[in-house]
Every structure is written in structure tokens, then in C-alpha cells.
Nanobody
């Protein structure tokens, strides 16, 4: 069992930055690939970024590539999402998720554990 708790969301102006954190419980965090997803009102949940269990492989949605960076600290059981050059269309609830595999995935149904989400609002 893995429990995930996101933090770092908030209100920011367009062009600003936020850093999301996701703290995981359990002693097997380094076995899990991790992902960030987001869901805007009235829209389906969408993939944002993923990182392999070792951190050696990363994947990004085209909409955030070059602006967002995913990273992890396996010693601290934490995954991060650094978000720069934020746009109003980035407004959503952001979720972190854990996939009991080494490799990244864009498919939400492959993730085994989910956090409760953190709200990110970008004003224009």
C-alpha cells in the first residue's frame, strides 16, 4: 500500500511558477514509476508528466514540454513537478500517481495509487 499526499498548489499569475510535491509513504517508493495528471472542470483527466523508478527516464505531454520538469528524490520518498511559464489553461487539480513498474506510462489506468489532488489556478 502506498499513500500519496500532494502539496504546493495555489493561485499564481500567468507567467509565474509553482513547485508541486508529492510525498509517498512506504519503503518501496523507489520501485514505482511516478506520474502527474491533471483535471480541469468539465474535462477528462489528462497526463502531464511521468518519471521512471530510478529517475533516468522522463516523459512529458506536449502541452507542458519545455515548461514543466518532473523529478524525484528516492531518499525522501518524494516526487516533484516544477511548473514554469504557467498559462491560464494549466488551471486544474493536479494529481500524483504511483505505478508499480519501473517504466513511465501515460495511461492513467495503469497507475495503482493516487493522491487526493492539489488545486492550481493560473490567472490571466
Amino acid at each position: 500500500q502506498v499513500q500519496l499526499v500532494e502539496s504546493g498548489g495555489g493561485l499564481v499569475q500567468a507567467g509565474g511558477s509553482l513547485r508541486l510535491s508529492c510525498a509517498a509513504s512506504g519503503r518501496t517508493f523507489s520501485s514505482y514509476a511516478m506520474g502527474w495528471f491533471r483535471q480541469a472542470p468539465g474535462k477528462e483527466r489528462e497526463f502531464v508528466a511521468a518519471i521512471s523508478n530510478s529517475g533516468g527516464s522522463r516523459d512529458y505531454a506536449d502541452s507542458v514540454k519545455g515548461r514543466f520538469t518532473i523529478s524525484r528524490d528516492n531518499a525522501k520518498n518524494t516526487v516533484f513537478l516544477q511548473m514554469n511559464s504557467l498559462k491560464p489553461e494549466d488551471t486544474a487539480v493536479y494529481y500524483c500517481a504511483a505505478d508499480n513498474t519501473a517504466w513511465t506510462s501515460r495511461r492513467s489506468y495503469e497507475y495503482d495509487y493516487w493522491g487526493q489532488g492539489t488545486q492550481v489556478t493560473v490567472s490571466s
